[in-house]
């Protein structure tokens, strides 16, 4: 069983559900209290034992390239005021040299035709796809959970999934469970944003994966699908009649950034976990739902 040393981070969408904020700011670059989305995600993968990052991006979307590089200006200032601490953090933070690699999808042809550009750099070994949106408050973090399961389980593949009420399944890939051990399980079914009555169970797709590389070939293999994109579901549902697909379902708390009440709260959320703002933040919360003629109170 060959062990997950690289995973790609799909990063080309326009995030037009941020406008006018991603008018020239890539959405990945949105913080969660002072953190990027994107920083958040390698950060997971990198405590999930990966070395190799590879960002799938698109026009609009280099300074993400710009961020996991050294910025000697901003460095050299903060050595001169003596703020060593946010400079050892900033070194921390940083990938080490030749862990990262860009390419770029060109057209926005769907998720699974943007995993699929990045098959050159991820060659022939199994691989985690990370989608930035999907922010997972989780220890260990959710992709270490996946890992700690392919292992368990001999290898195969992997999906992070978790319940949702039945009525917002069709936003999602959702996956159908049998044999559960535990909290994990063999996938018998998967379906792309189905509607309510097609739905295989509440189980979706939280936009973390361990792949094998045969899933490129199936890419290349699958019609466009929902949305006229190529769905990497859909490429999955092909390779599961070889492969086996496992499914976890993780303890941890999703925010969907993609989605502004999603992207809003994972920022409280985020802020009152930790210590430095939490008194802070509740108090200004309390304030906040006063003004406004309610009340906040806390056990
Ligand atoms: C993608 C996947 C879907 C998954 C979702 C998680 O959809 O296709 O299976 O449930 O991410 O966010 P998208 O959000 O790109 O429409």
Redesign the pocket.
């Known amino acids: 069983m060959r062990p997950i040393k690289t995973a790609v981070f799909p990063v080309a ?1 326009l995030g037009t559900r941020f406008l006018p904020a991603t008018k020239a700011m890539p959405k990945e670059m949105l913080t969660v209290v002072d953190k990027p989305l994107i920083q958040m995600v390698v950060e997971e993968a990198k405590e999930a034992g990966v070395e190799h990052f590879v960002f799938v991006t698109g026009r609009n979307k280099s300074v993400i390239e710009d961020h996991f590089d050294k910025q000697y200006e901003l460095e050299s200032t903060l050595r001169r005021r003596g703020k060593s601490k946010q400079l050892d953090k900033l070194e921390e933070d940083l990938p080490g040299a030749g862990q990262t690699s860009f390419t770029r999808q060109q057209e926005p042809l769907g ?1 699974g035709h943007a995993i699929w550009c990045a098959r050159h750099l991820v060659g022939q070994e199994p691989f985690a796809v990370l ?1 930035p ?2 922010i997972i408050e989780a220890n260990p973090g959710c992709l270490a959970q996946m890992v700690e399961v392919y292992r368990q389980r001999g290898g195969g593949n992997v999906i992070a999934v978790e319940e949702v009420p039945m009525e917002h399944v069709h ?4 996956v159908g469970a049998k044999d559960w051990q535990d909290n994990h399980f063999s996938i018998d079914a998967m379906v ?2 189905p509607k309510r009555e097609h739905a295989p169970s509440n189980l ?4 973390r994966y361990i792949l094998q590389p045969e899933i490129f070939k199936e890419i290349e293999n699958v019609q466009p699908g929902i ?1 006229g994109e190529i ?3 859909d490429a999955m549902i092909a390779l599961s009649a070889n492969q086996n697909f496992h499914g976890l379902r993780f303890s941890g708390k999703t925010y ?1 950034c ?1 989605d502004k009440v999603g992207f809003l709260s994972a920022n409280v959320a985020f802020a009152l976990d930790r210590e430095d703002l939490n008194a802070e933040v509740r108090a200004a919360l309390q304030a906040i739902i006063s003004a406004r003629g309610g009340t906040l109170t806390w056990n």
């Open positions: 969408g998720l989608l949106d999907m936003r999602y890939g959702v792309e944003k979706i797709i939280s936009g949305g769905q990497i579901t969907d993609g």
